[in-house]
T-cell receptor, first 115, second 115 residues
């Protein structure tokens, strides 16, 4: 079956612009996670959704970052007034349910470059 | 503070040789432990996980890992490396107090396989 997909695969934007990154989880998965992976680092947790609600957004670096999952499936990560430090690979993962027992399946990521 | 350390940034190994990747963690209590692999253009894939019980865990692709409580380590091993094992490997931990599955990743170890 289809895995987690993310679009676009690459995004180049200018400093100060607004960007949206999309994640399509595996069908039927109720939990969805966003991570950010900077060069030479491991993924860093950003936000987690259970259904439509953001159950934990403690990893969002500041209020320029926002994510939604309006119908409990597709999620969009939104970044306002982008800065060069936002350049990274943004990873999305989904799992059947929330909890450590449920494997997180990762998408290929969106590489964001802010010039 | 909670932390996950992968001491080796880069490892080069000959095809057919054994491989061991190190992972150390610092947590208040024994966390859940995971190893993921990331190949170029691919999403992170779960190799294996440890929750409790037998401290030697078998995973996919011929990998195994051993949990050593006294050393706060969870090292990954493979007896004979194949060229297709060239990738980046991440150790991750999840706190048992987190009910939903938040993961903290190490910085990763890049594995290069030579003929």
């Amino acid at each position: 079956g289809a895995g987690v997909s993310q679009t676009p695969s690459n995004k180049v934007t200018e400093k100060g612009k607004y960007v949206e990154l999309r994640c399509d989880p595996i069908s039927g998965h109720t939990a969805l996670y966003w991570y950010r992976q900077s060069l030479g680092q491991g993924p860093e947790f950003l936000i987690y959704f259970q259904g439509t609600g953001a159950a934990d957004d403690s990893g969002l670096p500041n209020d320029r970052f926002f994510a939604v999952r309006p119908e409990g499936s597709v999620s969009t990560l939104k970044i306002q007034r982008t800065e060069r430090g936002d350049s990274a690979v943004y990873l999305c993962a989904s799992s059947l349910f929330a909890g450590q027992s449920y494997e997180q399946y990762f998408g290929p990521g969106t590489r964001l470059t802010v010039t | 503070a909670q932390s996950v350390t992968q001491p080796d940034i880069h490892i080069t190994v000959s095809e057919g040789a054994s491989l061991e990747l190190r992972c150390n963690y610092s947590y208040g209590a024994t966390p859940y432990l995971f190893w993921y692999v990331q190949s170029p253009g691919q999403g992170l894939q779960l190799l294996l996980k440890y929750f409790s019980g037998d401290t030697l865990v078998q995973g996919i692709k011929g990998f195994e890992a051993e949990f050593k409580r006294s050393q706060s380590s969870f090292n990954l091993r493979k007896p004979s490396v194949h060229w297709s094992d060239a990738a980046e490997y991440f150790c991750a931990v999840g706190a048992k107090t987190d009910s939903w599955g938040k993961l903290q990743f190490g910085a990763g170890t890049q594995v290069v396989v030579t003929p």
